[in-house]
T-cell receptor, first 111, second 111 residues
Framework: GDSVTQMEGPVTLSEEAFLTINCTYTATGYPSLFWYVQYPGEGLQLLLK?????DKGSNKGFEATYRKETTSFHLEKGSVQVSDSAVYFC??????????FGAGTRLFVKA | NAGVTQTPKFQVLKTGQSMTLQCAQD?????MSWYRQDPGMGLRLIHY???????DQGEVPNGYNVSRSTTEDFPLRLLSAAPSQTSVYFC??????????FGQGTRLTVV
């Protein structure tokens, strides 16, 4: 069945460092791919999405490109801030009726 | 626009008690899901629904029941609470292939 694998955390960075969180997926057909962010004590909210191969999703300085050849959707940000500290989830929505999530990666950004 | 509303936000139950977690959405989404979030486990799908009157099991359905009598509501019932059901529960709704909208979560402790 469909699955999502993302890098384990926690990831600890200093402010203004470059961020990469790896995400790979297994799915039949052509799923839509998402990154969600969860701030402490809150529910998940959409960060960005891509619906077809080579699409780039972007929001709040974060970017991810849908790479069908490598079945990947890595999240990147050029310069992280303390306010980016959160848990990040990669997810896919495929031909079935479910949204499948990765295990989440916790990011800590130090001032 | 309320989005997805979950109640209660916090709950403490004794082992063996039953309760219902409420979830309502006002976006006319056909798909609704319940997840539980445990440390290091990401989000695991409990039950989901693809429309009024239609529900199905996810990864971890044991000990939980759902029903979907209307498009708007998707309650989750714990039949006989166990300490293993201590978790944070999230309800989500979405249209097929698009991003999920999450409630704020219910933090449940079973003692």
């Amino acid at each position: 069945g469909d699955s999502v694998t993302q890098m384990e955390g926690p990831v600890t960075l200093s402010e203004e460092a470059f961020l990469t969180i790896n995400c790979t997926y297994t799915a039949t057909g052509y799923p839509s791919l998402f990154w969600y962010v969860q701030y402490p004590g809150e529910g998940l909210q959409l960060l960005l999405k891509a619906t077809k191969a080579d699409d780039k999703g972007s929001n709040k300085g974060f970017e991810a490109t849908y790479r069908k050849e490598t079945t990947s959707f890595h999240l990147e940000k050029g310069s992280v801030q303390v306010s980016d500290s959160a848990v990040y989830f990669c997810a896919l929505s495929g031909e079935g009726f479910k949204t499948i999530f990765g295990a989440g990666t916790r990011l800590f950004v130090k001032a | 626009n309320a989005g997805v509303t979950q109640t209660p936000k916090f709950q403490v139950l004794k082992t063996g008690q039953s309760m219902t977690l409420q979830c309502a959405q006002d976006m006319n989404h056909e798909y609704m899901s319940w997840y539980r979030q445990d440390p290091g486990m990401g989000l695991r799908l409990i039950h989901y629904s693809v429309g009024a009157g239609i529900t199905d099991q996810g990864e971890v359905p044991n000990g939980y029941n759902v029903s979907r009598s209307t498009t708007e509501d998707f309650p989750l019932r714990l039949l006989s609470a166990a300490p293993s059901q201590t978790s944070v529960y999230f309800c989500a709704s979405f249209r097929r292939g698009t991003e999920a909208f999450f409630g704020q979560g219910t933090r449940l402790t079973v003692v």
